[in-house]
Antibody, heavy 120, light 106 residues
Framework: QVQLVESGGGVVQPGRSLRLSCAAS????????MHWVRQAPGRGLEWVAV????????YYADSVRGRLTISRDNSRNTLYLQIHSLRAEDTAVYYC?????????????WGQGTLVTVSS | IQVTQSPSSLSASVGDRVTITCRAS??????LAWYQQKPGKAPSLLIY???TLQGGVPSRFSGSGSGTDFTLTISSLQPEDLATYYC?????????FGGGTKVEIK
């Protein structure tokens, strides 16, 4: 069955960098687009970024462009999110999510998320 | 594209008909999805293309609309429908979610 398992979250000091990972299994990872979506504590969902199946195209939310980088390693079935210059407002659960096979803007499966807390 | 959901919360009884609305700041055709997020869980896809039910989703859920105005309807609210519901426009980047509607059971 489809599984997305995020890792790399934790407590990080402001200004530091962090890389989140998402291990995918149960589907042909290299043929699907992938997204990151985040949710601050007690708040709504915020779309962060998408990467095409082959990594050729990437799109970002305006609020994170320039500080966050989405990438993937299809040989390892793994999605990444690099966050630079962490701020308090980056505190959130970060969800890895799979794009639907025929509409890469549509998320059809979500991981369980990893919590990032930015605090000194 | 800004997406506005209303109401932000509602309380209804089991068996009630519940309607949630979503308005986009510009026309998005039918490029809208609805997600359900139960407490403490990841979201799950309910409806895409404004009105197409995702496989396995109960038929009491339905979606309608196009252009700028959309609705999610639960025809007969069940206890397991306790959740927050989000719409998302898929028409153009950056993709954007509505603020969410928290559905509580009276």
């Amino acid at each position: 069955q489809v599984q997305l398992v995020e890792s790399g979250g934790g407590v990080v000091q402001p200004g530091r960098s962090l890389r989140l990972s998402c291990a995918a299994s149960g589907f042909s990872f290299s043929t699907f687009g992938m997204h990151w979506v985040r949710q601050a504590p007690g708040r709504g969902l915020e779309w962060v970024a998408v990467i095409w199946f082959d990594g050729s195209k990437k799109y970002y939310a305006d609020s994170v462009r320039g500080r966050l980088t989405i990438s993937r390693d299809n040989s390892r079935n793994t999605l990444y999110l690099q966050i630079h210059s962490l701020r308090a407002e980056d505190t959130a659960v970060y969800y890895c999510a799979r794009a639907e096979a025929h509409n890469w803007n549509l998320v059809d499966f979500w991981g369980q998320g990893t919590l990032v807390t930015v605090s000194s | 594209i800004q997406v506005t959901q209303s109401p932000s919360s509602l309380s209804a009884s089991v068996g009630d008909r519940v309607t949630i609305t979503c308005r986009a700041s510009q026309g998005i055709g039918s490029y809208l999805a609805w997600y359900q997020q139960k407490p403490g869980k990841a979201p799950s896809l309910l409806i895409y293309a404004a009105s197409t039910l995702q496989g396995g989703v109960p038929s009491r859920f339905s979606g309608s609309g196009s252009g700028t105005d959309f609705t999610l309807t639960i025809s007969s609210l069940q206890p397991e429908d306790l959740a927050t519901y989000y719409c998302q426009q898929l028409n153009s980047y950056p993709l954007t979610f509505g603020g969410g509607t928290k559905v509580e059971i009276k």
